[in-house]
């Protein structure tokens, strides 16, 4: 990526491999409470704590001194500090060169894979004797979630661990270890009232107080300024060494080795989604919040580890869950406190597991990835699923007489729209949802192959759907059947959920003419350049926007608002319905494909948002860094759209 001048609102990630990251804006400002360069996850990958929240710096010359790095106050700030261009890079990691009157400073961050540590570098582009570099680091230590404000019980003082030093401000809270090439004073007092744009614009705490126990500083003139700093947990980065400069130089080589090794930036990308949880591995649904959910887990791993063939991933999640069913279901969610229980509140999340854990077992090479013992894991976790909704469990979940599984409850949300506020369910879809029913048609052929009994079910379930889902005045398909668990009663609202019937799937469960008039309908209501409407714009609930507090966006979250996720199903069923031939392909990849490989340049770099405006010009919101819509663009490239 070429360098380019920094802007507020495109933000940078670099992913640890443990939960935690280092995250920020291109321009420098903080505008989250999560863009920090030390945020650790104590017990991989939950328990996340913002550690280190940013620096302060000031350039020191004989000519004079400039602040480096611009910071946001609640009263105002400067935006580039006393910097006149900031032209930014984010090839091989995150650099900035800043362009000032004193001269040009390079800024590179970097997170070393594996460790709960990160790197920043300073040096001058051309050499200037008596050039001193002052940094004051920003200490928090609290839950990533929250905000700080200045308080007595914050500990300033600075211990010594070999050559680092170490920063134990709070008990209970994971301690930094701090190693630079140069010196150290004490010189303790709080930064008050940073302010974060984007938290005030979703209706948030938008202040907080840093603290500030001293200041670092580096004879930049005679040559590049060091700094390293490393949560203090177990299997952490070792800093008792003597040079600082050859553990960067150690560190630098093997993350330029290990991100070269990826075929494209893509896979790149998608690798910081990939996390430890306890011996295994998981998938983090998004940076910054978002923790290992089911359903995400699962949707995203189809992209992320088998389309890219990294089949061992794939092994270590699906068999790490097959563990956890319960009257057969699996939890959506695990809580990223780490004492807290897994929540089984989907009706989904153990139907995408299926799907994902047959096509894992059907993958060419699983044989030399999964063994017998585990093959048999997964194939009873999928029987019992499949059973555990047949017969019914939670939540009114279960085989309905007509083949077609019901699902809901009042007050619960169960499908993939699951917003919610307080007691407001925003989208309910209590009843017979189509995408249910296409995913169940495909949990019990998957499970027929392992019991011959399923494949007659499967048969009456795909051919009710067919009949009880299609709306003739419309030609497409109903959203909800049996709306409210009410007989013959249906949501005829164009949701891109029907997709799924018509070949956004691996099997296409309509008769071909459906299919293409449901396609087609999608794509005349519902199709953007970034993916799919929630919901139809002519629709009485459609919100245009997502934007302002917590209940105004959840109100609007899928109810218009465009999911980028769901362009990997959409162009699956477009390219399906015109028999799948190489000018389509090449069609869809033209038309469909590449504004979504466009956005990649912004929002979150490299990466895919999860949600955007309904309305042009479609500005990004939500999470920036979602693994679900990364890993659909990656299966349309790998899968879907492959010569």
């Not at 999560?34 to 350039?59: E, I, N, S, T």
């Not at 052929?445 to 709306?471: K, T, V, Y």
């Not at 929630?534 to 979250?557: C, F, I, K």
């Not at 015109?578 to 069609?587: D, E, L, S």
Request: charged share 25%; hydrophobic share 45%.
């Amino acid at each position: 990526m070429a360098s380019r001048p920094g802007r507020d609102d495109d933000e940078w990630l670099e992913a640890d491999g443990l939960g935690g990251f280092a995250s920020g804006t291109t321009s420098g400002v903080r505008t989250r409470r999560y863009h920090a360069l030390l945020l650790a996850a104590a017990k991989p990958p939950a328990d996340r704590r913002a550690l280190v929240q940013g620096f302060v710096a000031r350039l020191r010359t004989a000519e004079g001194s400039l602040e480096l790095w611009p910071q946001a106050y609640a009263e105002g700030y400067t935006a580039r500090g006393d910097v006149d261009r900031v032209e930014f890079s984010r090839d091989p990691w995150p650099t900035w060169r800043l362009v000032t009157r004193l001269g040009v400073v390079g800024v590179e961050i970097f997170v070393p894979h594996g460790y709960p540590a990160v790197v920043v570098a300073f040096r001058l582009e051309r050499p200037l004797p008596g050039a001193w570099l002052e940094v004051r680091p920003l200490l928090s230590g609290r839950d990533f979630h929250a905000t700080q404000h200045a308080n007595g019980a914050f500990d300033f003082a600075a211990t010594t661990a070999g050559k680092a030093l170490c920063f134990a401000p709070y008990s209970g809270v994971p301690a930094v270890l701090s190693l630079a090439n140069g010196s150290y004073r004490p010189e303790p007092d709080w930064y008050r009232r940073f302010f974060y744009a984007e938290e005030a614009a979703r209706g948030l705490d938008a202040e907080e107080d840093l603290a500030m126990p001293g200041v670092l500083s580096f004879d930049l003139g005679a040559g590049e300024a060091l700094w390293v700093l490393a949560a203090d947990l177990p299997g952490g980065l070792g800093l008792e060494v003597s040079r600082v400069s050859e553990l960067v130089l150690e560190l630098r080589n093997a993350e330029r080795s290990r991100r070269a090794a990826f075929s494209s930036p893509l896979e790149l990308a998608g690798n910081a989604y990939v996390v430890e949880r306890g011996s295994g591995r998981t998938l983090l649904a998004g940076y910054p919040w978002f923790g290992d959910w089911g359903r995400d887990t699962f949707i995203a791993l189809r992209g992320l580890c088998l389309a890219t063939g990294d089949l061992e991933t794939a092994r270590s999640i699906l068999c790490e869950w097959a563990g956890v069913v319960s009257d057969g279901m699996l939890p959506n969610r695990f809580p990223d406190e780490a004492a807290a229980v897994p929540e089984y509140n989907a009706v989904d999340a153990s139907l995408w597991f299926v799907l994902a854990a047959g096509e894992l077992l059907a993958a060419r090479g699983v044989r030399g990835v999964l063994s017998p013992l585990e093959g048999e894991r997964l194939r009873s976790a999928v029987v019992e699923i499949v059973a555990g909704y047949a017969r019914g469990t939670r939540y009114g979940i279960r085989r309905d007489g007509d083949g077609l599984l019901a699902a809901g409850e009042p007050g619960v949300q169960l499908t993939w729209m699951d917003a919610r506020v307080g007691d407001w369910v925003v989208t309910p879809r209590i009843g017979k949802p189509v995408e249910i029913q296409a995913l169940w048609v495909h949990a019990l052929d998957i499970a027929s192959r392992f019991e011959p009994r399923f494949a007659e079910l499967a048969a009456q379930a795909q051919a009710a759907l067919e009949e009880r889902f299609w709306n003739e005045a419309r030609g497409m398909l109903f959203d909800v059947v049996d709306d409210g668990h009410v007989p013959g009663r249906v949501d005829a609202a164009c949701r891109p959920n029907q997709i799924f019937a018509a070949g956004g799937l691996p099997l296409t469960l309509l008769a071909p003419n459906r299919a293409r008039a449901v396609v087609d309908a999608v794509e005349r209501e519902l199709w953007t350049p970034v993916g799919l409407r929630s919901l139809e714009r002519g629709h009485p609930a459609y919100a245009p926007h997502y934007r302002g507090g917590v209940r105004e966006r959840d109100g609007a979250y899928h109810q218009g608002t465009v999911w980028p996720w769901l362009l990997g199903p959409f162009v699956e069923a477009w390219v399906k319905s015109r028999a799948g031939t190489p000018q389509a392909k090449a069609a869809a990849r033209e038309r469909f494909v590449l504004p979504l490989l466009d956005h990649l340049g912004h929002a979150g770099l490299g990466h895919v948002s999860e949600v955007l405006d309904g309305d042009a010009p479609h500005r990004p919101g939500g999470c920036p860094f979602q693994a679900w819509s990364l890993s659909e663009l990656l299966r349309l490239e790998r899968v879907v759209l492959a010569r």
